[in-house]
């Protein structure tokens, strides 16, 4: 694998092509860069959920869920499978 030559080498070398980079030589920095206009460019989507979730919110406050949030877990599917294997056991199956 070669070195890095400089561009002055390179311009005297024959049949070497030099590709200009436009601002600078890409990095992570500029990469990052360019994500953060990004979001800037498409920052009206995260207004319209904004604006939805706030014109919802008094709904929500005013008539809460009736039932807790549910969730998995392994440990408590585990719990409840011996359960019902101690309680088919108890019952004579």
Not at 65 to 70: I, R
Request: positive net charge; glycine residues 10%; proline residues 5%.
């Amino acid at each position: 694998m070669s070195e890095w030559v400089s561009l002055e080498e390179g311009l005297k070398a024959f049949g070497l092509r030099i590709a200009p980079v436009r601002g600078g030589v890409p990095s992570g920095w500029s990469e990052m860069r360019k994500g953060f206009f990004r979001v800037k460019a498409e920052m009206w989507r995260f207004q319209v959920v904004a604006k939805v979730i706030a014109e919802n919110v008094p709904s929500i406050v005013e008539y809460p869920p009736m039932q807790a949030g549910t969730g998995f877990s392994t440990g408590d599917l585990k719990e409840k499978v011996e359960a019902a294997i101690a309680a088919s056991k108890s019952s004579g199956d």
